[in-house]
Structures are given as C-alpha cells and as structure tokens.
C-alpha cells in the first residue's frame, strides 16, 4: 500500500527556516515525481513545487521561488523541501503526494496527483 507521511513542521519565526520530509513506502519511489502542496484554513490547496522522478525537472509556485528547495533521495525514500526565508503568508498544513502511475511527472497541479499525506502544520509567526 503506497504511503506518505511528512514531517518537520512547525512554528517559526519570520525569516525563518524549515525542513519538510515526505518519507514514502509501498511503493519504488525511484520511478515517481512528487509535489509539495499547501492548504491555508478556507483557501483552496495550492501547489508548491514538484520534483521529477529522477530529481532532473523541479518546479516552483511563483509565490515560493528562490525561497524553498525540493530533493529527494531515492535511496532513503524521502523527499525534501527546504523553507528558507519563511513569511506568515506561508502559513499553511503542507501535504507531499504521488501520482496514481509511475512516471516522470513534475506537476503543480493537485489534479495530477492521487495519493496524498496527512499533512504537517507550519505556522509563521512572531
């Protein structure tokens, strides 16, 4: 059963850094892309960045770029995504997911995606 759990929230302050992880299992995550994505209470989920499988192609949301970077190490199942520069408007659970076929696919769209985490909170605030 493919699973992903994420990892690393928080509270930060502004400026502020995080590291979240999106630990995989169930599945051979060499051969799928992944995205990050994000959820502000009463706002739509919203695509952060992607990562392609074999970590080539990455993708960022206007709103983060510059600021947060996706890896991934296929050897630990795990993908990354380092918040650097962290704003309160980055406040928000933030979820990892996978596509329902293996591919190279690096898609901010949440439509592309098929099965997803529970989320890790990250609160920016002073």
């Known amino acids: 059963q493919l699973q992903l759990v994420e990892s690393g929230g928080g509270l930060v302050q502004p400026g502020g850094s995080l590291r979240l992880s999106c630990a995989t299992s169930g599945f051979t995550l060499d051969y799928y892309g992944i995205g990050w994505f994000r959820q502000a209470p009463g706002k739509e989920r919203e695509g952060v960045s992607c990562i392609g499988s074999s970590g080539g192609s990455t993708n960022y949301a206007e709103s983060v770029k510059g600021r947060f970077t996706i890896s991934r190490d296929n050897a630990k199942k795990t993908v990354y995504l380092q918040m650097n520069s962290l704003k309160p408007e980055d406040t928000a659970v933030y979820f990892c997911?996978?596509?329902?076929?293996?591919?190279?696919?690096?898609?901010?769209?949440?439509?592309?995606?098929?099965?997803w985490g529970q989320g890790t909170q990250v609160t920016v605030s002073s």
């Open positions: 997911a996978a596509p329902l076929l293996a591919g190279s696919l690096c898609s901010i769209s949440r439509y592309e995606y098929h099965y």
